[in-house]
Structure formats: C-alpha cells, structure tokens
C-alpha cells in the first residue's frame, strides 16, 4: 500500500502570505497526485490534478509541483476563503489521502 | 449541473447492518467509475471502495474487506454500500465521489451521510 504523508499539520498563516504544503509517498507516483480543499461541513473540492493541472474554476493563486515521491501545493497569496484542511490523493495504485493540513489564522 | 446525494445513514449498533445510496443526476452515470469515502469525526479522508462503470472492476480498503459491498444500477442512476457487521469505528461522515473519465482522481462529491455505530 502507498503511504501519503503531508507537512505539517497545522499551518497559521495571515492573509497575503505565501502557504506552502509538502505531501511525501512512501513509493513513486509519479504524477499521479490530487489535492483537495476542505472546509467543516463540507464535502472535499478538487483543486489540482495530475500533480500540477489546476482545476476549473480554481483560482490561480493555488498551484502544484512535484513528481515521483515529493509534492507541493502553494497558495501564493492568502485569501480569508482559503482558510480550510488540505489533503493530498495518489490515485496511482488505487486511493490514499494524506492526514490533512489546517490552514488557520495566525 | 452533477449532483450526488447520499442517504441512508443513521444510528445502528455494533454488528448491525445499513445500506447506502448515493443518487446520481447531471451526467451520463453508466460511463463513470464510483467511490466511497469516509471521514470519521474530526479525522482526515479515508477511500473505501471503488466501483468501475460497468461493476467488472471492484475494490475495497483492507479495513471494510469481507464486511462492506459496493455495487451499482446503472437504470436507476445509483450507486450503494452495504455494510454489514458494523463497528465503533465505522463511524463516519460517508461521501460518494466520481471519478473523472479517463482519469483516477475524484472530481464531484455528494455532501455525505452520517454513520454512528453506537450501542
């Protein structure tokens, strides 16, 4: 099974400021990564794919990087609608989500 | 315009049995692969099964294998788990999600369904 392990956990950050989130494979994936925005009561929303292919609709703030073991998703600038939990999906050999990064106000 | 809709959630207790549904409208359900995921209180996102368009392909978290069975009717536009010989720690918020054509990611998601498995 593909181990997905997401850094860190919990993020304070104010609004304007450059977020960056890592998620780590236990094995190679190689561009098969999704991340996904969650806020309480709400059911996930897809925001990248294929590693680095921004959604429709998702704002150009949000962007991924990253191939094989190692992966980003970047926030450039802040907004107060992006306070929310963050997950990372390999779709490479069936499904594993990270455990999630809260980004919250500083 | 997608929309899944989940239901059949509820308290049951542990050893017992539920069986949801999740509703699909807005696109052509037969051509699309099927999942759920859960999501127990205060916890992260956990994948518990897959379903292919045509049911010929399915697959299931070691943690639900031998107690839940997804399956599909393409007629009705519907998509099912049922769970038998609940527990404890099958309490969670459960999510259909679709898999976007051609690809492995989910795309759309229904608001979810409550689980409580609780004596």
């Known amino acids: 099974d593909i181990q997905m392990t997401q850094s860190p956990s919990t993020l304070s950050a104010s609004v304007g400021d450059r977020v960056t989130i890592t998620c780590r494979a236990s094995?190679?994936?190689?561009?098969?990564l999704a991340w996904y925005q969650q806020k309480p009561g709400k059911a996930p929303k897809l925001l990248i794919y294929k590693a680095s292919s921004l959604e429709s609709g998702v704002p150009s703030r949000f962007s991924g990087s990253g191939s094989g073991t190692e992966f980003t998703l970047t926030i450039s600038s802040l907004q107060p609608d992006d306070f929310a939990t963050y997950y990372c999906q390999q779709y490479n050999s069936l499904w594993t989500f990270g455990q999630g990064t809260k980004v919250e106000i500083k | 315009e997608v929309q899944l809709v989940e239901s059949g959630g509820g308290l049951v207790k542990p050893g017992g049995s539920l069986r949801l549904s999740c509703a699909a409208s807005g696109f052509t359900f037969s051509s699309y692969s099927m999942n759920w995921v859960r999501q127990a209180p205060g916890k992260g996102l956990e994948w518990v099964s897959s379903i292919s368009s045509s049911s010929s392909y399915i697959y299931y978290a070691d943690s639900v294998k031998g107690r839940f069975t997804i399956s599909r009717d393409n007629a009705k536009n519907s998509l099912y788990l049922q769970m038998n010989s609940l527990r404890a720690e099958d309490t969670a918020v459960y999510y259909c999600a679709r898999v976007r054509l051609v690809e492995g990611y989910f795309d759309y998601w229904g608001q979810g369904t409550l689980v409580t498995v609780s004596s």
């Open positions: 094995q190679s994936i190689s561009s098969w």
